[in-house]
């Protein structure tokens, strides 16, 4: 897949397990927004149901992020 960005803002994890992490200060902020606005989500959301919906958006629409600006996934190098 193409990125959207001129260096991946995601890359291979360094320590343990398998994936993506923020590799510069863009991905910070992305992981950031992204912490903020599920916080939200919970707090104020009226109804479990509404939760539900926000949270999964909020979660598709990260993966969408992530995976248009990060490179390949992977884990610590062994």
Not at 21 to 35: A, D, K, L
Request: proline share 6%; net charge positive.
């Amino acid at each position: 897949m193409k990125l959207l960005t001129k260096e991946p803002w995601f890359g291979p994890k360094n320590y343990v397990g398998w994936g993506l992490s923020p590799r510069t200060w863009q991905g910070g902020i992305i992981m950031f927004v992204f912490i903020a606005a599920v916080m939200l989500a919970i707090f104020l959301a009226k109804d479990l149901l509404m939760k539900f919906i926000t949270l999964g958006i909020l979660v598709i629409l990260f993966i969408i992020i992530v995976l248009l600006t990060g490179g390949k996934p992977g884990g610590p190098k062994r």
